[in-house]
């Protein structure tokens, strides 16, 4: 199994249409449905999805005028929409592909041409994404390489120039010289872990996983570097979540990337409280800060946008490739990630996965 599950939204007030679209795309992809054009939209500009297949006869919104405000929103471009209708006539059809629709499907479909479909267009996609991240990524790389450059560049100079230095001085410089070349290798981790997760090109290696342990095992792996910028760091998980089937060192290194996200906004003095609950289905989790530098997220920066402007401080930066990279693994196991934030404050709420993950624990044995 690897990242590369499509994330589909279908658009029909025709339940029944809706469980054969699902039992089409079979476990391929993350469905989700709503009824109405209307509740399309309302639910687009809360979630992220890959493709929408989209009804034409519906009441209120039909699926042209639906189409036309999606392809209206700029944070929406990136969706491919697919029309699903009854209606096969050519000038309809080319009504749909002017409203916006990259492709257009007749009813009744046959299952297996619709999932072809929904598998070329995630394809393109990913490919088109990708193409578009190559020069942003230098971008951010040669933004965030500077710091750590910074700090071993002077040191190396005043060892070629023979500079005399106490054993005082010695061991700080010895220090820096190991934090920098440590922030280097996390950063070149991270670039390539997220270039994998975008590709899809990331195996998955299922086991049975607690969260309740993940959880603790990233908190205690990121409390040196918490505590280093004078944040405190702790976590705890109330309930007894149920183990699911999830990848042990991915799931690490998503939360470890979460934290670690939280923390670079955090001001000095701040806590950062990592909390989790079992809930009825799948485990939900809370990270909240409790100073963050309110300018850090305004409307005009996304920090999940790996290779987009966000400000810290008084000055904007590349975007953080810890808030990108952890929402990436979220969503390779079926959850997500949302951020609010209010005033001087700021909590990323965590969903693990999925019930069919959770069930899929139960009725599969677990990896060795």
Sequence with gaps: ????????????????????????????????????????????????????????????????????????????????????SAKAMTSERLEGYAAGADDYVTKPFDSQELLAKVKVFHRLQVAEDLDESKSAMLTLLSHEIRTPLNGLLPIAEMLVSGTELSEDERQDYCRLIRSSAASLAHLADRSLLWCQLRSGGLPLELSSVNPADAVQEAVLSCAEAAASKGVVLYGEFSGDPQPMRL???????????????????????????????????????????????ASAFDADADPFAALAPVKEGDRVTGGDMNLAVGREIMRAFGGDVRLVAEGQSATLHVSLGTPTALESQRTQPSAT
Aim: charged share 25%; with cysteine.
């Design 247 to 293: 990848d042990r060192d991915l799931l690490f290194h998503g939360l470890g990337s979460l934290i670690d996200g939280l923390v670079r906004y955090a001001k000095r003095g701040a806590s950062v409280a990592v909390e989790g609950e079992a809930g009825e289905s799948v485990p939900q989790l809370r990270l909240h800060c409790d100073l963050v530098d």
């Design 1 to 84: 199994m690897t990242v590369s599950t499509c994330r589909v939204l279908g658009v029909d007030d025709n339940p029944v249409n809706l469980e054969i679209i699902e039992e089409s795309l079979g476990e391929s992809c993350v469905f989700h449905s709503v009824d109405s054009g209307g509740a399309a939209l309302e639910w687009l500009a809360e979630h992220e999805v890959d493709i929408v297949l989209l009804d034409i006869m519906m009441p209120g919104l039909d699926g042209y005028e639906t189409c036309r405000r999606i392809r209206s929103m700029p944070q929406l471009a990136h969706l491919k929409i697919i029309l699903l």
